[in-house]
Each structure stands twice: as structure tokens, then as C-alpha cells.
């Protein structure tokens, strides 16, 4: 069964700031993997969609890039701003067709 | 239209109450899904439907029933919840069931509590 982690949970850093959020899936097989953003209490935005055949993806301040075959990815924010405070969500498809896989998250805040 | 609509937004009701909470999709989506997520958790998947057809249902108890009318529309109808099912209930859509290359859309949820 396919198992998702996200490190680390929480993350506080001063605006300016570039920094890494790391993703790992237990099942290589996937077939793309997703990144979104979460604002508390609302929906989910799809930030970056990385297919398995696919290195990396970028979107503005975004990158995202992803080594299937070591079960990692990670989104890289570039510049933080006190706007990119919200909760960061990994989330695969495996190639089992088993439905969206979300890790824990990373609640991020970015301090002015 | 690249948005999902749920309605709506809010919604209380009682243990004794029948509501439902409706989603919609105008972008030819042939695969729709309700996740529910409890604070600080991610979302967990309730059910999928392909082709409006339900395709799984991760056990989810029967006083949640999920309806789909038409490829647009899905419905999540409820009835004598518990305070604990009170969460943010999620619809999302994706071109084809599950693997998509397009991705899930997701909708900004309806907020449920049960009193």
C-alpha cells in the first residue's frame, strides 16, 4: 500500500528566505505526483503536477522536481513571501490505479 | 470553467437532520470523488465515481450516501450524523478515474458541523 511522507511537519522561516519542502512515497511505481497548497479551512490548490516520466516542473517561485526511482520529490519556494503561509500537501497517483495518496502535509509560516 | 463548485460553503445541522451537500464541474471530468479531512489531517478518500458509476467506497458508514446524477453533478446525501463526522468535505474531479495526467481539481469544500 502506498505510504506518503512529508518533512518536516512544521517549518518557520523569516520572508526572503528559499526553502525545501521533501516528499517521500514507499511504492516507486507511481504514475504522476501533485503538490498543493491548503489556506486554514479552505479547498485545496493544485501548485505544481509532475508526471512520472517528468524531472521537475516550474511555476513562477515554484519548482518542483521529482526522483521516481528513489521515491522522493521536492518543492522548492524560491524568495518566501508572508503570502506563501499556508499548508503544503504532497499527493500521488501509483500506477496500481489506486486513487489520490496525500501525505501529513507541511504547515509553513513565513514571517515579515 | 477549470473550477469545481461545492455548495454549500457551510452547513450545520443536527444529529436528527437530512441535508446534502452538492458539487459541480463543467470541464468534462468523467471521474469525481469526496474526500472528507478532520483538522490538521490530510484528506481521506469516501468515495469515487467513474463514469457515473461508483466505483469504490472506502467503508464509509451508510449514513453518508453518495449520489451521482448526471457526469456534472455529485451529490453527498446525510443523514443522522454523529458530532465526530462534523469536518471539511471535499469533491475534486479528474478527466479519467485516477490516473489522469491532468491532475484532480479540487472544489473549496463545505464546512460541516453536526450539533
Known amino acids: 500500500k502506498q505510504e506518503v511522507t512529508q518533512i518536516p511537519a512544521a517549518l518557520s522561516v523569516p520572508e526572503g528566505e528559499n526553502l525545501v519542502l521533501n516528499c517521500s512515497f514507499t511504492?516507486?511505481?507511481?504514475?504522476?505526483l501533485q503538490w498543493f497548497r491548503q489556506d486554514p479551512g479552505k479547498g485545496l490548490t493544485s501548485l505544481l503536477l509532475?508526471?512520472?516520466?517528468?524531472r521537475e516542473q516550474t511555476s513562477g517561485r515554484l519548482n518542483a522536481s521529482l526522483d521516481k526511482s528513489s521515491g522522493r520529490s521536492t518543492l522548492y519556494i524560491a524568495a518566501s513571501q508572508p503570502g506563501d503561509s499556508a499548508t503544503y500537501l504532497c499527493?500521488?497517483?501509483?500506477?496500481?490505479?489506486?486513487?489520490?495518496?496525500f501525505g501529513k502535509g507541511t504547515r509553513l509560516s513565513v514571517i515579515a | 470553467d477549470t473550477e469545481v463548485t461545492q455548495t454549500p460553503k457551510h452547513l450545520v445541522m443536527g444529529m436528527t437532520n437530512k441535508k446534502s451537500l452538492k458539487c459541480e464541474q463543467h470541464?468534462?471530468?468523467?471521474?469525481m470523488y469526496w474526500y472528507k479531512q478532520k483538522a490538521k489531517k490530510p484528506p481521506e478518500l469516501m468515495f469515487v465515481?467513474?463514469?457515473?458509476?461508483?466505483?469504490i467506497n472506502e467503508s464509509v458508514p451508510s449514513r453518508f450516501s453518495p449520489e451521482c446524477p448526471n457526469s456534472s453533478l455529485l451529490n453527498l446525501h446525510l443523514h443522522a450524523l454523529q458530532p465526530e463526522d462534523s469536518a471539511l468535505y471535499l469533491c475534486?474531479?479528474?478527466?479519467?478515474?485516477?490516473?489522469?495526467?491532468?491532475?484532480?481539481?479540487f472544489g473549496s469544500g463545505t464546512r460541516l458541523t453536526v450539533v
Open positions: 499527493a500521488v497517483v501509483d500506477s496500481g490505479n489506486t486513487p489520490l495518496v
Open positions: 470541464m468534462g471530468h468523467r471521474a
Open positions: 511504492d516507486s511505481a507511481i504514475y504522476n
Open positions: 475534486a474531479s479528474s478527466q479519467h478515474p485516477r490516473a489522469d495526467p491532468g491532475g484532480y481539481t
Open positions: 509532475i508526471q512520472s516520466s517528468q
Open positions: 465515481y467513474s463514469y457515473e458509476k461508483l466505483s
